[in-house]
């Protein structure tokens, strides 16, 4: 899946419809200096800019904050922001510049939550992208989960939201449950209704009517394969007769 703006952002006219610490950062890239500002000039800046430059600077943080980048979780990057080709030395200077950069994860993190405050489900999306990277080495390490905790807190998310998101990505005795954010005590009936109605609000179709970029339909296809996985493993604890939607081609 490749976002349709990263051939531009050896311009500076990104930098200037992101503005703030994100717009700083590409306009860094492009050889410009941008001022750190509280807003775009030219209105608000498009979703998708935000997202996947936000995903980028947040995870290239991450990745400074656990000290070690490994091939895993390179590979894990790319598989959800791709790239042309001829555009991956780009991404991989702007990934580099964020780990260099002065400008500190928080004022990342604060202009993604400003930008998405009325679309919490975005912030979801990000923080779920950012545990996909993480886990792709095999273990979410201590500095990694402290920052994604912290991440979660800028972004409004509150203790359980975090748990159920980490439980996607994260094996625990009640996984199943945590990630469809149920609990035991609920019916079959109730547990079926639960699930019908997160695989609706999640289901990566709906991502795509919303006009949502790439990136986030990607990071939605695999929570919903998680989300079925949980559903599956609930149905035979419990012996339920089989009720699984179809994952998207």
């Not at 050889?31 to 000039?41: F, K, M, Q, S, T």
Request: proline letters at 5%.
């Amino acid at each position: 899946m490749v976002s349709s703006f990263w051939g531009a952002l050896g311009g500076g006219g990104l930098g200037l419809a992101l503005g703030g610490p994100l717009g700083a950062l590409v306009g860094a890239l492009a050889g410009h200096v941008l001022v750190d500002r509280e807003g775009a000039p030219f209105g608000p800046a498009p979703r998708e800019l935000i997202f996947t430059t936000g995903l980028v600077a947040l995870a290239a943080k991450m990745a400074r904050s656990d000290g070690v980048v490994t091939r895993d979780e390179v590979a894990a990057f790319r598989r959800i922001v791709a790239v042309p080709p001829e555009q991956e030395a780009r991404i991989e200077n702007l990934f580099d510049l964020a780990k260099q950069t002065s400008a500190g994860f928080e004022a990342y993190a604060r202009q993604i939550a400003d930008s998405f405050r009325e679309e919490p489900a975005l912030l979801e999306d990000v923080l779920d992208g950012l545990f996909l990277i993480a886990a792709a080495d095999g273990a979410i390490h201590e500095a990694e989960h402290a920052y994604l905790r912290d991440v979660a807190t800028i972004f409004a998310i509150d203790e359980a939201g975090f748990a159920r998101i980490e439980a996607r990505h994260m094996r625990r005795p009640d996984d199943p449950y945590l990630v469809l954010g149920a609990s035991r005590e609920m019916s079959d009936a109730d547990l079926r209704r639960h699930y019908r109605r997160l695989v609706a609000d999640t289901h990566p179709d709906r991502e795509i009517a919303r006009g949502l970029p790439e990136e986030a339909v990607a990071i939605a296809t695999r929570r919903l394969a998680a989300i079925n996985a949980a559903w599956d493993n609930i149905q035979k604890e419990r012996g339920m007769g089989v009720l699984r939607q179809p994952e998207p081609a």
